[in-house]
């Protein structure tokens, strides 16, 4: 039987500012955001990744800091 926990998710490979928050491996959580799991930044517990909806009404990923996360912030490091 296959285990039905998401695997961790490994972001690597940004050199701009922000590349501090967004680069890294990012473990799932028990949450969810738009009916997909919500990530936490291994070794910073104040970075998520999370699905969001656009406001052009279209779906990303965003790396975000915890006073931001949840569906309606469009808010994040990148």
């Given at each position: 039987?296959?285990?039905?926990?998401?695997?961790?998710?490994?972001?690597?490979?940004?050199?701009?500012?922000?590349?501090?928050?967004?680069?890294?491996?990012?473990?799932?959580?028990?949450?969810?955001?738009?009916?997909?799991?919500?990530y936490q930044k291994m070794?910073?517990?104040?970075?998520?990744?999370?699905?969001?909806?656009?406001?052009?009404?279209?779906?990303?990923?965003?790396?975000?800091?915890?006073?931001?996360?949840?569906?309606?912030?469009?808010?994040?490091?990148?």
């Amino acid at each position: 039987m296959r285990d039905s926990k998401p695997a961790s998710v490994v972001i690597k490979g940004s050199i701009e500012d922000r590349s501090k928050y967004v680069n890294g491996v990012f473990e799932p959580t028990d949450e969810v955001c738009n009916g997909l799991p919500v990530y936490q930044k291994m070794g910073d517990p104040d970075t998520w990744l999370e699905m969001v909806k656009t406001n052009a009404g279209t779906w990303r990923w965003y790396v975000k800091p915890t006073k931001e996360k949840g569906p309606d912030s469009s808010i994040c490091f990148g």
